[in-house]
């Protein structure tokens, strides 16, 4: 009796155990996805929301600085030889062109990609502006090369800008919620890890009362004068 009552008692033991671990082995499975997805939060809003925002200002300053090397060359008392400004000019181009190509190597949005192709198009007639103004310039005619200069050129550089600021916001949206997925991965860790602390105890407490059940089963019996056994204390 006695040891079919032990046999019963480690069985339901066992499988109790067996559960607590297959809840432990789950919970690690999980905290390794937190954890990965945590990282790849991390990563994701250093390699393709930080360097991208970088390369913005980068492109916004390239920008500006054929607007005001072009401004010069019209206004400027010092006439600057054509193909000066065309080097010039064809720098900044050069230096937009590999910019606009490491950003497309990033992970972009539907909205990302829209905007990009939108200031594509926009740097490309821009560019076609400039050489018409120079030409214009270069022929004497500097009227008809000022008026394009703050007409349709103003016009083409205002929405270039604008179409970068467009990114810079669809960044900063993308890059908070990146951020709010990491804390909502890192509130998820912190619950499976005390679940799993608290799995732990209870571990300990059902081997230290097994232990104990076992001890009092196994406990050596004398016998009394009266011909009776007795636990041993």
Request: proline letters at 1%; hydrophobic letters at 45%; a neutral charge.
């Amino acid at each position: 009796m006695k040891w079919s009552f032990i046999i019963k008692e480690k069985l339901k033991a066992a499988i109790l155990l067996s559960g607590i671990m297959l809840l432990i082995i789950i919970g690690t499975l999980m905290t390794r996805s937190n954890m990965s997805g945590i990282d790849k939060s991390f990563s994701s809003i250093y390699q393709d929301r930080l360097l991208p925002a970088t390369t913005i200002i980068y492109m916004t300053e390239n920008l500006y600085g054929k607007r005001l090397s072009l401004e010069k060359f019209l206004l400027a008392d010092d006439k600057i030889a054509p193909e000066q400004i065309a080097v010039n000019l064809q720098i900044h181009n050069a230096t937009i062109d590999s910019l606009v190509n490491s950003f497309e190597k990033t992970y972009l949005v539907d909205q990302e990609a829209k905007s990009l192709a939108a200031f594509k198009n926009r740097i490309r007639e821009y560019v076609l502006l400039e050489k018409m103004i120079v030409n214009l310039h270069t022929n004497g005619n500097s009227d008809g090369s000022r008026q394009l200069f703050e007409g349709a050129g103003a016009s083409t550089f205002q929405s270039t800008i604008h179409h970068l600021n467009e990114l810079t916001t669809i960044q900063s949206n993308i890059g908070k919620e990146l951020m709010t997925e990491s804390k909502s991965n890192m509130a998820s860790f912190g619950m499976i890890s005390f679940l799993q602390i608290s799995l732990a105890v209870v571990i300990g407490l059902i081997i230290l009362v097994f232990i104990q059940s076992s001890n009092i089963i196994n406990k050596p019996k004398i016998k009394q004068d009266e011909g009776s056994y007795f636990n041993l204390n």
